[in-house]
């Protein structure tokens, strides 16, 4: 450590470095929480750098802070908005409730980096302070939660565009294998045939249904609960702070922020949050399910369906030659069964607020923050690494589609249901095809059977119907 200053707070003096931004409030939470070596969210810090410009704004205008200190710490908090200062945020993700030592650490960042543009010495407190100052009319209480709830705003605004690179991939692969019927499986089973097209095309449009979910979530993150101070009611802040503090915020970060309906609801509950989660989770729920899928129809190739092949990307064993995994699809399911237990923390984090705040903010903010991280990450790696490259084995799907005996369905407005299923059983029974024992029964003649289950008639029954 390089030759330290002192500082004090409440419970007493520490030693910090000399170079350093952050100050004693944060040493402290560096030694009493060294649990996972994990940071927060850079969009955190950034959101926080914007909710901190827009609150000294409002002090100024407003008279909270005086020029002099509130144009040096608007400078400082805007240098932190653009990404400045990263590495001076030493506090664990897991940490005191509510989010106080993040925020002190902003606050300390800040104050110093506004003396050194004062002219004076870091840790000059007494000169610009970050609790008299830098944090003036504001707590953890609602500035956390404000900055947490527009850093998701972000983090889902890089997000969805990766959504729609796969969603994208996989409708050209719906087109490009439109012509091709296959046996359909409905509980494993044999079904009604379908197209290897419109089995892509239904991925992509699932994806397309959980995206149209995201603007109510984005609403409900919208409203923030910045200028209700410690439980609401906006003590010690001055008048019109809340409402002018808020409209700043929105006018910096380019989003459409209000100011809570019921400010004391917005400082008890952090339901916004759970939306938020819940959101990730249902979109995880599908990749999991399209990556699931793609596996199976790529199973083999000897022994599986085989239905289509994935790109070869890495060999799959240390000791069988040329086996080949789908390695990107059980990446993905990685990826998204985080995201759900994710999920499943962050919903314990948002029921377990308790009368006026709730202190695992910092919990529920760092998994929905990290989860829409790896996904955006990831998506368009997947979409590229592999379904792009996805290719149809057109010997396959034709063998399984003339097997299936689920096809003798198409039978039954012409023999009856009962019928039909004593030829498939027969079918099952002793090998012989549904088309073999309708002739040899004399069901059917072979000018029907090949109307009912020829080419064209099973192509056309991979369409929907009209």
Not at 196 to 209: I, K, N, T, V
Request: proline share 5%; glycine share 8%; aromatic share 6%.
């Amino acid at each position: 450590m390089a030759p330290g200053r002192v500082e004090q707070d409440s419970l007493g003096t520490r030693e910090v470095d000399a170079s350093a931004y952050y100050g004693i409030q944060t040493i402290r939470a560096r030694e009493n929480f060294p649990v996972s070596g994990l940071r927060i969210s850079r969009h955190l810090v950034r959101s926080y750098g914007y909710l901190k410009l827009a609150c000294a704004r409002a002090n100024v205008e407003l008279g909270g802070v005086d020029a002099r200190r509130g144009e040096a710490i608007q400078a400082a908090a805007k240098e932190l908005a653009e990404g400045r200062f990263a590495d001076q945020f030493l506090v664990d993700v897991f940490q005191a409730g509510a989010g106080t030592s993040t925020h002190m650490n902003v606050n300390e960042v800040l104050a110093n980096r506004a003396l050194e543009i004062l002219g004076k010495a870091r840790g000059d407190y007494e000169e610009l302070s970050p609790n008299d100052h830098v944090n003036r009319g504001q707590s953890t209480n609602d500035t956390y939660p404000s900055a947490a709830q527009v850093a998701v705003l972000v983090a889902f605004s890089e997000l969805v565009p990766a959504v729609r690179i796969l969603v994208e991939s996989l409708r050209k692969k719906g087109r490009e294998f439109e012509g091709l019927p296959k046996a359909g499986r409905t509980h494993l089973k044999d079904a009604m045939p379908v197209s290897l097209g419109a089995e892509f095309h239904a991925y992509a449009s699932a994806l397309e249904h959980v995206l149209e979910g995201l603007p109510a979530v984005e609403r409900a993150l919208a409203e923030i609960p910045l200028g209700g101070s410690a439980v609401g009611s906006g003590i010690n802040s001055k008048p019109g702070f809340r409402a002018r503090s808020v409209a700043l915020y929105a006018e910096l970060t380019g989003r459409a922020l209000v100011p809570a309906r019921d400010p004391f609801e917005t400082m008890q509950s952090r339901w916004p949050l759970g939306a938020a989660s819940a959101w990730l989770r249902a979109l995880a729920q599908e990749l999991v399910r399209i990556a699931n899928d793609l596996r199976l129809l790529s199973s083999g190739p000897a022994t599986g369906f085989d239905e289509i092949r994935l790109p070869e990307i890495q060999p799959g064993s240390s000791i069988m030659p040329a086996k080949v995994n789908p390695s990107a699809a059980e990446c993905l399911d990685m990826v998204a069964f985080h995201v759900q237990g994710a999920d499943l923390a962050t919903s314990l984090a948002v029921q377990a607020g308790q009368l006026e705040i709730n202190v695992m903010m910092p919990l529920a903010a760092f998994e929905i923050l990290f989860s829409a991280e790896i996904l955006t990450n990831y998506l368009p790696v997947f979409a590229r690494s592999c379904v792009d490259g996805i290719t149809a084995n057109g010997a396959a799907l034709e063998r399984y589609l003339l097997q299936s005996t689920a096809l003798a369905t198409v039978l039954t407005p012409k023999l009856g249901y009962l019928k039909v299923a004593e030829v498939i059983h027969e079918s099952a029974r002793t090998g012989e095809s549904v088309k073999a024992l309708l002739l040899r029964h004399g069901l059917l003649d072979a000018a029907e059977i090949e109307r009912l289950l020829g080419p064209e008639a099973l192509s056309q029954l991979a369409r929907p119907v009209p």
